[in-house]
């Protein structure tokens, strides 16, 4: 049995109390809020005007979302792609970006196989079955 001491259990409270009290400082409107119903509610469905506006009200109250458009509908309205994670993440995420666009596309070497970044070996396609080095 593990045995905490009363100094213990205390800092453990406060860092409870403060952590709620952080999140709960942060105001996250509901989608009832936004809309006057629930997600799913029977005879209730929200319009694209509406989500596009709840969207923009949830990114300007959480610094935990960015909204990035990523083209138009055939309607010709903006399509919005929400990208949510913690705040270091959102600052890193050019860089993450050109880490899954080497993933994605890859870039040829030397020796003329694919690879998906400049330190992993060489790895032969199908069409070429010629010798590589790694490293080339």
């Not at 929200?46 to 709840?54: E, I, K, P, R």
């Not at 923009?56 to 610094?63: G, I, P, R």
């Not at 050019?94 to 899954?100: E, L």
Request: net charge positive; glycine share 6%.
């Amino acid at each position: 049995m593990i045995g905490f001491s009363r100094r213990h259990v205390t800092a453990a409270t406060i860092a409870v109390v403060l952590t709620a009290s952080t999140l709960s400082a942060q105001k996250i409107t509901s989608p009832k809020e936004q809309f006057g119903f629930n997600i799913g509610d029977d005879y209730k469905l929200a319009n694209y005007t509406q989500f596009d506006s709840y969207w923009h009200t949830l990114a300007k109250e959480s610094n935990r979302m960015k909204l990035v458009p990523i083209g138009k509908s055939a309607e010709g309205r903006t399509q919005l792609m929400a990208i949510i994670s913690s705040p270091a993440n959102l600052a890193k995420l050019d860089r993450y970006k050109s880490i899954s666009g080497t993933l994605a596309h890859g870039t040829r070497r030397r020796c003329g196989y694919w690879t998906t970044a400049s330190f992993s070996p060489c790895i032969p396609i199908p069409t070429e079955w010629s010798s590589c080095r790694t490293g080339t």
